[in-house]
């Protein structure tokens, strides 16, 4: 295949009308044909093959990513806040703030909350889509060439290379879009289940914000406040318990590990596609093309993420609730808007899910809120925040279904003496036991 031509744009984006590399050749003939005979078409699938095949590192080219998110956002319209939006959001993170230094003894992250536009929230979760799907990506295209049979790789020879570049360049461009789709949805900085701006700065996105109390019959005021209460419970969590972030994102890449791709699904996939109706190849893709084969080391990474989200977002609507006990009457129903929200996710989640397996959501947010509730009614807020402190010691899936024996236990261990003798001879009695290899948590398996 001719090499493309480099952009003369100027600048990094590439040429919106480049060259035909094709010209005079056979090939003009072929492309022209799949373009449908329209030389506009023609001339912007050039610049689609430019931009798939530009170099870039990593996997994902990320700057192809975020110019599809940022066109995905302007096709719909984005209006950047303005000084009356950032005083208003102050002014509502101040009271926030004071209502949450009476519920929890996690403090508050800053004295500051940014008002985003799509665009801004778009540009500032680019560093953390980069940590969370780079991983994966690099597992799923590397997939690819692995599942051809040997001889059909020693066939491709050098065509392999392209083969990734083609992969990477598919994968980039769904993260884009499900980038795009997401930023039509997301109200704040930790919305998706843990901060994408790794300064720790609470932010909204103040469009998204304002309609999400749409069909609500409730005040703008008190839609907006209620999410700046999330967002803060939010922000003061990560900030308080260093792991966590970390905690999350290696699920996601112990995920990625190991993934192998059902080459049958691919070919009849495949088999059914019109080779001349590009729209149709494109939601071929889109649809997730590749069926991932999850293994049981995959599962167990997916449920470690998927309890490990649970609980955050259990977290927040415990304290968020407390916040607003006997304050705010209309807490409750925007309390139920946001459960109902987390229950039924929406179409960038579903492109998440089908590209990769991945669902950012919590399944069991009403469990793990009154998990929290019952650690607090049994040993107050701060034995609740307390668990936070190491990821051995919060609750399991298994503990979602009993809320109050997980209570109970926390409880009952917070009553040891671990200054007395019966103390140190259970302790000996577990190292021994671990030194032998059993009784290993679940976590470590």
Request: glycine fraction near 10%.
């Amino acid at each position: 295949m001719a090499e493309l031509p480099p952009s003369n744009s100027g600048d990094d984006q590439p040429d919106s009308n480049p060259p035909n590399p094709f010209a005079g050749t056979p090939l003009e003939q072929m492309f022209g044909a799949l373009a449908g005979g329209d030389a506009g078409g023609l001339q912007a699938m050039f610049g689609q093959l430019q931009r798939m095949f530009t170099p870039h590192e990593g996997t994902v080219n990320w700057d192809m990513a975020r110019d599809l998110a940022r066109k995905s956002v302007a096709q719909t319209g984005d209006r950047s806040p303005n000084a009356g939006d950032q005083s208003r959001l102050l002014d509502t993170a101040r009271l926030a703030e004071h209502w949450l230094d009476g519920v929890t003894d996690f403090p508050a992250v800053g004295s500051t909350v940014a008002a985003w536009s799509r665009a801004e929230w778009v540009e500032s979760s680019i560093p953390a889509w980069r940590e969370l799907v780079e991983p994966v990506a690099e597992s799923v295209v590397g997939a690819i060439g692995k599942a051809l049979p040997p001889e059909a790789q020693a066939m491709a020879g050098p065509m392999m290379g392209m083969l990734t570049q083609l992969g990477g360049a598919m994968f980039s461009q769904q993260i884009g879009q499900a980038i795009g789709a997401l930023s039509q949805d997301v109200v704040s900085a930790t919305d998706i289940g843990f901060p994408v701006n790794t300064e720790g700065k609470p932010a909204l996105v103040i469009d998204n914000a304002r309609g999400f109390g749409d069909g609500l019959d409730i005040d703008d005021d008190d839609v907006l406040l209620y999410l700046t209460l999330r967002e803060c419970a939010s922000q003061r969590l990560f900030a308080a318990t260093p792991w966590l972030r970390d905690y999350l994102f290696a699920a996601i890449a112990d995920y990625g590990r190991g993934i192998s791709i059902d080459t049958s699904a691919i070919e009849e996939k495949m088999s059914s596609l019109d080779p001349t109706n590009l729209a149709g190849v494109q939601e071929a893709m889109s649809g997730g093309l590749f069926d991932l084969e999850q293994t049981p080391d995959q599962r167990a990474a997916l449920t470690r993420l998927e309890t490990a989200l649970t609980l955050v977002e259990g977290w927040i609507d415990e304290v968020v609730g407390q916040a607003t006990d006997k304050v705010m009457p209309q807490a409750q129903a925007l309390r139920e808007a946001v459960r109902r929200r987390r229950a039924t996710g929406g179409p960038a989640e579903a492109t998440f899910a089908a590209l990769v397996g991945l669902e950012l959501r919590p399944r069991r947010l009403r469990d793990a809120s009154a998990l929290w509730g019952a650690l607090r009614a049994a040993e107050g807020s701060a034995a609740r925040d307390a668990v936070w402190a190491h990821p051995h010691l919060v609750p399991t899936a298994a503990d979602l279904d009993d809320p109050l024996a997980f209570a109970q236990r926390t409880r009952e261990a917070d009553e040891i003496d671990v200054e007395s003798a019966d103390f140190d001879a259970q302790l000996t009695a577990l190292l021994e036991e671990g030194s032998d290899g059993e009784g290993r948590d679940e976590r470590d398996a």
